[in-house]
């Protein structure tokens, strides 16, 4: 299990999801407000996690090079990142278009009938 994890469950916890996990979520808010493409998350997660994984070598001796829990930070910080996007850009849609969207959710948003 450590494998994908990296230096144990804890602190994939607290390194990827709280730490880096709140950070992703604010990179997906920025990319929204700046009315950027959703596909440039993917590299710029792929930076976070590779900070994720040298911080969890660093800090708390896990491997540097584990392809294995490299891939599960960024796929995690992908999925944060587009959450946070989707929140962003459903709220942008309904406040800059009133006339033509309503949110409909936390993350969507649809034509006003």
């Known amino acids: 299990m450590d494998a994908f994890f990296g230096g144990g469950f804890w602190t994939f916890f607290g ?4 730490l880096f996990g709140g950070a ?3 990179m997906g808010q920025a990319l929204a407000l700046t009315w950027r493409s959703v596909g440039q998350l993917v590299p710029y997660a792929g930076l976070l ?15 540097l090079l584990a392809a294995g829990a490299f891939l599960m930070a ?10 946070g996007f989707r ?3 459903a709220g942008q849609m309904a406040a800059q278009y009133p006339w033509l969207f ?3 959710g936390p993350f969507s948003w649809r034509t006003r009938t």
């Open 15 to 18: 390194l990827t999801l709280v």
């Open 24 to 26: 992703s979520w604010m």
């Open 49 to 63: 996690a590779a900070t994720d994984r040298f911080l969890d070598f660093a800090l708390f001796g896990g491997p």
């Open 74 to 83: 960024w796929i995690v910080l992908v999925a944060i990142a587009v959450a």
């Open 87 to 89: 929140a962003t850009r």
């Open 102 to 104: 309503e949110r409909s």
